[in-house]
């Protein structure tokens, strides 16, 4: 069963930067379509960012427009998330997730947690005020 391996979260004050690092337990599993996500103590788990390898095109919940960045390091086969300007209702455990290679993706699923096969233990970002 391949996983997700994330790192980099942390505390950080409000206004703050934190980069989060997502990689693959199998390198195989790379280059398809990763995403994270993120769950608020006592919310749903949210759609945060994704990323499809060929080609590079990312995806953004509205929220964090202009504020977050997704990327992806081919050599090293690491997927990045850049957050900027943080703030502490962001505080939350995220999740980096992996999905199978398929012929097609439709738009709509890359912000859906169903479309996503593996998943990380996640890493807790705590933003305080």
């Known amino acids: 069963q391949v996983h997700m391996v994330e790192s980099g979260g942390g505390l950080v004050q409000a206004g703050g930067s934190l980069r989060l690092s997502c990689v693959p337990s199998?390198?195989?599993?790379?280059?398809?379509?990763t995403g994270w996500f993120r769950q608020a103590p006592g919310k749903e788990r949210e759609f945060v960012a994704a990323?499809?390898?060929?080609?590079?095109?990312?995806y953004y919940a509205d929220s964090v427009k202009g504020r977050f960045t997704i990327s992806m390091d081919n050599a090293k086969n690491t997927v990045y998330l850049q957050m900027n300007s943080l703030q502490p209702e962001e505080t939350a455990v995220y999740y980096c997730a992996g999905r199978r290679p398929a012929p097609y993706y439709s738009p709509s699923s890359y912000y859906s947690e169903a479309s996503y096969t593996s998943w990380g233990q996640g890493t807790q970002v705590t933003v305080s005020s």
């Open positions: 199998e390198p195989s599993f790379s280059g398809y379509v």
């Open positions: 990323i499809r390898w060929r080609g590079g095109i990312t």
